[in-house]
């Protein structure tokens, strides 16, 4: 069984920063694409950032320069380094993991059009 756990959410005011980390387990296949997808109340789930294996990365515009996302290949785990948060970041973050991630937006995350979803996360930027 596969298993995506987060870690790293929490609260903090505009500026601040926070790091996520997402450790998966049970993969059937090598060399796994993970990313975050975030989505808030009202909202789709956008992808927020996403890495191959080889260290390519994509970001959303909206994270572009403050956002960083690397991975530990041995340890199956991707970080998101989140820097200058905006109350606008405010979302439930996902990691999510498949030999692809192409979609950048979905209706809701947890959907099997990606194989393998985390739980969630709650980022919280106050203003």
């Known amino acids: 069984e596969v298993r995506l756990v987060e870690s790293g959410g929490g609260s903090v005011q505009a500026g601040g920063s926070l790091r996520l980390a997402c450790t998966g387990s049970g993969f059937t296949f090598d060399d796994p694409h993970m990313g975050w997808y975030r989505q808030s109340h009202g909202t789709e789930c956008d992808l927020v950032s996403s890495?191959?294996?080889?260290?390519?990365?994509e970001y959303a515009d909206s994270v572009k320069g403050r956002f960083t996302i690397s991975r530990d290949n041995a340890k199956n785990t991707v970080y998101l380094e989140m820097n200058n948060l905006k109350p606008e970041d405010t979302a439930q973050y996902y990691c999510a993991a498949d030999r692809l991630i192409g979609v950048v937006a979905l209706a809701s995350c947890g959907t099997p059009f990606i194989s393998y979803w985390g739980k969630g996360i709650l980022v919280t930027v106050s203003s």
């Open positions: 890495i191959r294996s080889d260290g390519t990365t």
